[in-house]
């Protein structure tokens, strides 16, 4: 990583989630390390009790890492499996105009395993109800080799 581009992510999380930082450890395990240059020590968090200030914690910390000269790309691979936590996080993060910008989420899935029933579905419809620009949806047929 870029030294320069180091110091400003470094600076933007301390800034977007303060002391609050360690909780996001329990999804990013090495950031730590990679941002810090040392093992950080985790509090104690419970997720469990937490839930509301992991997902705000969460969105700070995509926007403070997710800049429009240093745009991120998020892969969600196999999304017919996601969980109704999972899709709850995903909706926050869709929802956030800032991130539009910045930030490219690529969702992979088994359409023969997505109904229009399915929770991701939904969300994708949701998401279409409130915002001007839907989701690109992208089919790919099986193909042997």
């Not at 800049?67 to 899709?87: G, H, K, R």
């Not at 359409?111 to 029933?117: F, Q, R």
């Not at 989701?135 to 047929?141: G, L, R």
């Amino acid at each position: 990583m870029h030294p320069q581009y180091k110091d400003k992510i470094q600076q933007a999380i301390v800034t977007a989630v303060g002391e609050d930082y360690p909780l996001l450890l329990d999804l990013i395990p090495n950031l730590g390390e990679l941002i810090f240059e040392a093992k950080a020590n985790r509090a104690d968090y419970d997720i469990a009790n937490s839930k509301d200030k992991f997902k705000f914690l969460l969105q700070r910390f995509l926007n403070a890492v997710s800049q429009p000269e240093y745009p991120v790309l998020l892969c969600l691979d196999d999304i017919q499996w996601i969980d109704t936590a999972s899709i709850n996080i995903l909706e926050i993060i869709l929802d956030d105009a800032g991130l539009a910008r910045s930030l490219l989420i690529v969702c992979t899935y088994r359409g023969d395993e997505v109904p229009h029933t399915h929770p991701i579905s939904k969300l994708w419809q949701r998401v279409n109800d409130r915002r001007q620009q839907s989701p690109t949806n992208i089919s790919i047929n099986n193909h042997s080799l």
